[in-house]
């Protein structure tokens, strides 16, 4: 088995498991991972510079930045081309839309970074990385995954969404419902016993049922 099969069919990470460490070229110079220790990192991946939707994301992705920032999450871009090639577009994205990308990008030549994470679908591609959305906790721990195909731009809302649900169920022990806003009501989590049954039901919680309680934080 030659290197390019051996990247291909790496096993995709697993939510909650150590997020797979790594040390690569960026055009900030050399990153590892733990780099971004004691913070959130959003790193992801995509097929190609100077191509078009990848250029909106990258654009979509500065706009978010800010207030990804102030939730203490960092973000660090990826795809196989060089240095090189990522400095030039990046130049290119800044004379053409006046818009500075504010965030790193692991010139990933060699599918290292790639093959550790399952970002190479060769059912779609067998060179380019799939637009993937990883979400890593302070603690090195993979919480979140997201996959796109090649033709289809991300959301940058709902990767904003994700990170605050993330951060307000590891904050306060609760879950999220479907399309939950900051600010909306949360989950309770279920009772575990009878005895803890009768104790919810006598909390003030706004339940449905005593398996299905909300309330507000």
């Excluded at 399309?179 to 909390?203: S, Y």
Aim: glycine share 6%; proline share 7%.
């Amino acid at each position: 088995m030659d290197e390019k099969e051996r990247f291909d069919i790496h096993p995709l990470p697993r939510i909650n498991d150590p997020a797979p460490a790594f040390e690569a070229d960026t055009t900030w110079g050399r990153l590892a991972l733990e780099d971004f220790r004691d913070r959130w990192l959003i790193l992801f991946s995509h097929p190609a510079d100077f191509t078009p939707v990848c250029t909106t994301e990258f654009l979509a992705f500065q706009e978010i930045h800010q207030s990804l920032k102030d939730l203490g999450v960092d973000l660090l871009g990826l795809s196989v081309d060089s240095v090189t090639a990522h400095i030039a577009w990046l130049r290119n994205i800044e004379e053409k839309f006046g818009v500075k990308i504010p965030f790193p990008v692991i010139a990933d030549s060699d599918r290292k970074v790639a093959g550790l994470y399952g970002m190479i679908m060769p059912g779609e591609s067998k060179t380019e990385t799939s637009r993937c959305v990883f979400v890593i906790d302070p603690k090195g721990v993979l919480r979140a995954m997201i996959y796109y195909p090649l033709t289809t731009g991300r959301n940058m809302q709902e990767i904003l969404r994700l990170v605050k649900a993330l951060q307000t169920t590891d904050k306060n022990g609760v879950a999220t419902p479907a399309n939950w806003q900051p600010g909306e009501q949360v989950i309770m989590p279920p009772p575990k016993t009878m005895e803890a049954v009768q104790q919810r039901l006598g909390q003030g919680l706004e339940c449905k049922d005593w398996y299905f309680c909300k309330k507000k934080l």
